[in-house]
C-alpha cells in the first residue's frame, strides 16, 4: 500500500507503519515521486488550490484523501465516489479560534486605530470600548465555533450561536435573520458550501445594528464583497477579516484604506505546531484504514 503526504516532517510523525506501507512525499509540483495510480491514502499539501486536483485523474487506486485543512470546499465536486474526503477538523480550531478573540479585543480597544496613529507618531489618545457585556453572534458552531464561545465567557461577553439545524444551546439557521439585529458582533465560521457561498449579502449586513462588528475567519467567499465594501463605506458597521473573496485582496481594493477595517492575510490557523497537530490526525486515520476501521472527520454534502 502507498501513502502519499505532503510534509517531509510528516513522514516521521507517521511513526512505525505496518510492513507493506510504502510512505513518499510528494508537495503537489514538479515529477511524482512514483506512479500516482498505486496510491492509495492522500493528504495534499496545505495550501492547495483548486489545481491540486488535476492529480486525481491519474491517482485511480486512491481510496482516502486527508486534507490538512478544515475547509475542503475545493475538493467536494472533484472528489471520486470510490474516494473517502476527510477534513481537518480540530487540528485547527484552538489557533484559529485565538484568531477570533484577538481580532475582537483588536477592534474593542481600538488597537487598528493605535497602530495607525503610531505609524504617524501621534499620541493619539481616546476611551476604547470593552468586550464585557457584548453580545457575540457566531454562526457556524462546529468545534471552532465552541471553542470560540468558551474563550470569550471569560471577557464577559454573550454568545450566541446559529448551526444549520437547531440542538440544545444553539439555534438554526433558519433564525439567523432575527438574530442578526440583536448582535454587537457576529463572528462567521461555516464551511464555504452552496448553501453558504454569499450568505453574507446585503439584506445580511442592513440587518446588523449600526456600529456592529463583523469578523471572517471562515471563508472569504461566504461574504459578497461588493456588498460588503458598500456596507462599511458608510462607515455603518466595522470588520476584521482574515479571508477575503478574491484572495489575496488585490493592492488596489478599496478595503484596504478604510479605517474601519482589520485585515490579516488568511493566518488564523498558521501557528508552530501545525504540521504536528495535522499528522497526529493523519496518523489516526491511516491506522483506521489500515484497520478496516471508520474513518472520522469525513465531509458529506461539504461538511
Same mark, same amino acid.
Given at each position: 500500500?502507498?501513502?502519499?503526504?505532503?510534509?517531509?516532517?510528516?513522514?516521521?510523525?507517521?511513526?512505525?507503519?505496518?510492513?507493506?506501507?510504502?510512505?513518499?512525499? !510528494?508537495?503537489?509540483?514538479?515529477?511524482?515521486?512514483?506512479?500516482?495510480?498505486?496510491? /492509495?491514502?492522500?493528504?495534499?499539501?496545505?495550501?492547495?488550490?483548486?489545481?491540486?486536483?488535476?492529480?486525481?485523474?491519474?491517482?485511480?487506486?486512491?481510496?482516502?484523501?486527508?486534507?490538512?485543512?478544515?475547509?475542503? /470546499?475545493?475538493?467536494?465536486?472533484?472528489?471520486?465516489?470510490?474516494?473517502?474526503?476527510?477534513?481537518?477538523?480540530?487540528?485547527?480550531?484552538?489557533?484559529?479560534?485565538?484568531?477570533?478573540?484577538?481580532?475582537?479585543?483588536?477592534?474593542?480597544?481600538?488597537?487598528?486605530?493605535?497602530?495607525?496613529?503610531?505609524?504617524?507618531?501621534?499620541?493619539?489618545?481616546?476611551?476604547?470600548?470593552?468586550?464585557?457585556?457584548?453580545?457575540?453572534?457566531?454562526?457556524?458552531?462546529?468545534?471552532?465555533?465552541?471553542?470560540?464561545?468558551?474563550?470569550?465567557?471569560?471577557?464577559?461577553?454573550?454568545?450566541?450561536?446559529?448551526?444549520?439545524?437547531?440542538?440544545?444551546?444553539?439555534?438554526?439557521?433558519?433564525?439567523?435573520?432575527?438574530?442578526?439585529?440583536?448582535?454587537?458582533?457576529?463572528?462567521?465560521?461555516?464551511?464555504?458550501?452552496?448553501?453558504?457561498?454569499?450568505?453574507?449579502?446585503?439584506?445580511?449586513?442592513?440587518?446588523?445594528?449600526?456600529?456592529?462588528?463583523?469578523?471572517?475567519?471562515?471563508?472569504?467567499?461566504?461574504?459578497?464583497?461588493?456588498?460588503?465594501?458598500?456596507?462599511?463605506?458608510?462607515?455603518?458597521?466595522?470588520?476584521?477579516?482574515?479571508?477575503?473573496?478574491?484572495?489575496?485582496?488585490?493592492?488596489?481594493?478599496?478595503?484596504?484604506?478604510?479605517?474601519?477595517?482589520?485585515?490579516?492575510?488568511?493566518?488564523?490557523?498558521?501557528?508552530?505546531?501545525?504540521?504536528?497537530?495535522? !499528522?497526529?490526525?493523519?496518523?489516526?486515520?491511516?491506522?483506521?484504514?489500515?484497520?478496516? /476501521?471508520?474513518?472520522?472527520?469525513?465531509?458529506?454534502?461539504? !461538511?
Amino acid at each position: 500500500m502507498k501513502v502519499w503526504v505532503s510534509d517531509p516532517e510528516g513522514v516521521d510523525l507517521l511513526g512505525p507503519l505496518p510492513d507493506g506501507v510504502t510512505v513518499e512525499v !510528494y508537495d503537489g509540483d514538479g515529477a511524482y515521486p512514483s506512479d500516482p495510480a498505486e496510491v /492509495e491514502f492522500w493528504t495534499p499539501p496545505f495550501l492547495s488550490g483548486p489545481e491540486a486536483t488535476r492529480h486525481l485523474a491519474r491517482m485511480t487506486g486512491l481510496r482516502v484523501i486527508q486534507l490538512p485543512t478544515a475547509g475542503a /470546499e475545493i475538493w467536494v465536486d472533484k472528489v471520486p465516489e470510490r474516494v473517502t474526503l476527510c477534513d481537518a477538523r480540530g487540528a485547527h480550531t484552538s489557533a484559529t479560534a485565538e484568531w477570533v478573540v484577538a481580532a475582537i479585543l483588536s477592534h474593542v480597544r481600538c488597537f487598528p486605530r493605535f497602530v495607525r496613529a503610531q505609524d504617524r507618531r501621534k499620541w493619539d489618545y481616546t476611551a476604547t470600548d470593552t468586550l464585557d457585556g457584548k453580545r457575540v453572534l457566531i454562526v457556524g458552531a462546529g468545534s471552532i465555533g465552541e471553542a470560540t464561545a468558551a474563550r470569550l465567557a471569560p471577557f464577559g461577553a454573550r454568545v450566541t450561536s446559529v448551526a444549520r439545524r437547531p440542538r440544545p444551546g444553539v439555534h438554526g439557521v433558519q433564525e439567523l435573520p432575527d438574530l442578526l439585529g440583536e448582535a454587537d458582533i457576529v463572528v462567521l465560521l461555516v464551511p464555504l458550501t452552496d448553501q453558504t457561498r454569499g450568505m453574507v449579502d446585503a439584506d445580511f449586513l442592513r440587518r446588523m445594528p449600526d456600529g456592529a462588528l463583523l469578523v471572517n475567519a471562515a471563508r472569504g467567499a461566504v461574504v459578497d464583497t461588493a456588498a460588503l465594501t458598500a456596507e462599511l463605506a458608510s462607515g455603518r458597521l466595522a470588520a476584521a477579516l482574515d479571508v477575503t473573496d478574491p484572495e489575496p485582496l488585490p493592492p488596489n481594493h478599496p478595503l484596504w484604506t478604510m479605517p474601519n477595517v482589520f485585515i490579516t492575510p488568511h493566518i488564523g490557523g498558521s501557528v508552530p505546531g501545525g504540521v504536528r497537530r495535522i !499528522y497526529t490526525l493523519v496518523r489516526e486515520q491511516l491506522h483506521r484504514y489500515l484497520a478496516g /476501521e471508520e474513518l472520522i472527520n469525513v465531509v458529506r454534502d461539504g !461538511y
